[in-house]
């Protein structure tokens, strides 16, 4: 799967990797994506989401069921 994160958008950034002799070669940056299980009480069930750590803090404020309508209205399946 890609590296993406479900309520941040977070996504793969590119650069350059330099080397001691200065030689370029291309790398990525992915974002630290964690796949956590969350109870989600409105419809009885658990939910897999695939969160970025810092949408894993944001969940934590503002809780599961606003993240989900969040994830929702991006257009993301649950």
Not at 1 to 6: D, F, G, L, Q
Not at 23 to 42: A, E, G, V
Request: hydrophobic share 35%; net charge positive.
């Amino acid at each position: 799967m890609s590296a993406h994160c479900m309520l941040t958008g977070a996504q793969p950034g590119f650069g350059n990797r330099i080397s001691h002799s200065h030689r370029r070669t291309s790398r990525r940056f992915d974002p630290n994506i964690q796949t956590k299980r969350y109870w989600l009480p409105s419809e009885s069930r658990h939910v897999r989401l695939r969160l970025s750590t810092k949408a894993i803090r944001t969940v934590d404020a503002i809780g599961v069921e606003a993240a989900v309508t969040r994830i929702r209205a991006r257009g993301v399946r649950i």
